[in-house]
């Protein structure tokens, strides 16, 4: 798995970042088949700086073409600033490790 976009953005508090996106490759370094049903879970780091919709740390997207997109994250109204990281992962998927998307969130 690699991420295809999304890693290194920086946002001011009560923004929304862009979706991060990674794309899954089978054994053979091909993407996956969306017959595979695929699911890539997203899960924030603490401190949760920001969420994915319903306030979640956690969103779970399918492949498509072999590439998984998360819902957007918004940041922490609360004027909370720092680093955080996202975690992409393919439960139970030896082929693919997961990749980690290193956001912030700003004044």
């Known amino acids: 798995m690699t991420p295809t ?6 946002v001011a508090f ?3 970042f862009q979706p991060l996106v990674v794309t899954v490759y089978d054994k053979g ?5 969306d017959s595979a049903n695929t699911q890539v879970t997203f899960q924030c780091s603490q401190p ?7 306030l979640s740390a956690t969103a779970t997207s399918p492949t498509v073409q072999g590439v998984a ?4 994250m918004h ?4 004027n909370a600033m720092g680093s955080f ?4 992962a393919v439960p139970s998927s030896p082929l693919n490790p997961s990749v980690t998307f290193n956001e912030a969130v700003t004044s």
Not at 75 to 78: A, I, K, L, P
Not at 85 to 88: C, D, G, L, S
């Open 5 to 10: 976009s999304g890693n290194s953005q920086i």
């Open 14 to 16: 009560n923004s929304q």
């Open 29 to 33: 370094s091909n993407p996956v088949h």
């Open 48 to 54: 949760y700086l920001a969420t994915f919709p319903g």
């Open 69 to 72: 997109t998360s819902p957007a």
């Open 75 to 78: 940041s922490d109204n609360t």
């Open 85 to 88: 990281q996202v975690t992409a």
